[in-house]
């Protein structure tokens, strides 16, 4: 039965991507962006772009990429909106990109920007220790990674499953980068990453449980991204946030036009739309997204962006290393840590 629902589903797929009905073209986005962006960046472009009509799909990072991998023969995306930069560098590596450069590229940093043009960063995401804000205050919450691992917080850890998740890909992939730095190999960023599986009560399946948790205090801090984190707060929800003062990754949100999409021009199109200022400025007012750009007048910017900014301490990472290493590190996690780790003492 699975396997028919399955095939039903990519039919439809293939069937609203040939036409819309209406004669208008549509325009696919595979994205973990999540609806509060998604929909009125649909809205926005819709009304800017009248012929064309924008469907997307919300999912985890690292779904959207094996989803791509797996349409490699009969892509059903046109474009690939967000996720971290070294998950395209993957995707580039395996002929899965179109390479085209936006209109905006020399408006964001070198980092930013793909090699051969296959992907650009769109927002730069901190990831940060984030806490039910009705039961504690920042001052309360873990000021830093290890802070996590204290006693006081067993069993008051809820983390996104961190298999589907390229954010937890990078939190994860930090700590075993240090570990690396530190002493030449990943013994005690594996004995890390155990005791946080020891101090974690769940680990929900996707973003929207995750906050439900924290909101209903069945867990009281989690290791997320900060745009969610603003999003939920901005609607009355008691979420808030601290940036770990060792430093934090932060990835570089990328887009990219999929390898073999029959809406090429579009698709293009949209990609420039997004780097655009009006799009950076919407994102960063509307959805509490952190512009890549660095041209945008300072008086245009809400307050967050630059209190963020002025606080941020950027952890060294190596994307690559992360790209390359990044699977079996999470597959190790996956079958020799997940639900095994004590509690701390």
């Not at 009969?74 to 002929?95: C, K, M």
């Not at 309360?140 to 204290?150: K, N």
């Amino acid at each position: 039965m699975s396997k028919k629902i399955a095939l039903v589903a990519m039919v439809l797929v293939s069937v609203t991507a040939v036409s819309c009905g209406d004669g208008r073209t549509p325009l696919v986005i595979y994205s973990p962006h999540g609806r509060d962006l998604l929909q009125r960046a649909e809205e926005i472009f819709e009304a800017q772009n009248p012929s064309v009509d924008v469907r997307w799909l919300d999912m985890g990072s690292q779904d959207v990429f094996d989803r791509v991998r797996s349409e490699r023969v009969n892509p059903q995306a046109d474009v690939w909106y967000g996720g971290p930069s070294n998950l395209f560098a993957r995707a580039a590596a395996e002929s899965l990109l179109h390479a085209y450069r936006p209109v905006w590229a020399d408006a964001v940093p070198e980092r930013a920007r793909g090699a051969g043009d296959f992907f650009f960063a769109v927002f730069e995401t901190p990831l940060v220790i984030a806490f039910n804000s009705v039961a504690l205050t920042r001052a309360e919450a873990p000021q830093d990674w290890d802070d996590v691992l204290r006693p006081e917080w067993n069993d008051k850890v809820v983390i996104r499953d961190p298999i589907a998740s390229g954010t937890m890909r990078s939190i994860f992939g930090m700590i075993m980068q240090r570990s690396l730095r530190e002493s030449g190999n990943t013994e005690s960023g594996i004995a890390w990453l155990r005791r946080l599986d020891g101090q974690t009560r769940e680990y929900p399946i996707n973003p929207a449980l995750l906050h439900q948790k924290l909101i209903r205090q069945e867990g009281l801090i989690t290791l997320w991204g900060l745009p969610d984190i603003l999003v939920e707060s901005s609607k009355g929800r008691p979420l808030d946030y601290v940036l770990p003062t060792s430093g934090t990754p932060v990835i570089e949100d990328a887009i990219a036009v999929v390898r073999g999409t029959d809406n090429l021009a579009i698709a293009q199109r949209f990609v420039d739309w997004v780097g655009s200022v009006d799009a950076q400025l919407f994102a960063a007012r509307e959805v509490f997204r952190l512009p890549s750009r660095t041209d945008l007048p300072e008086d245009s910017l809400p307050a967050w962006v630059l209190d963020v900014r002025s606080h941020l301490v950027v952890e060294e990472m190596d994307w690559l290393l992360l790209a390359d290493s990044g699977a079996a590190w999470m597959n190790y996690w996956d079958r020799n840590i997940r639900g095994s780790g004590a509690p701390a003492d």
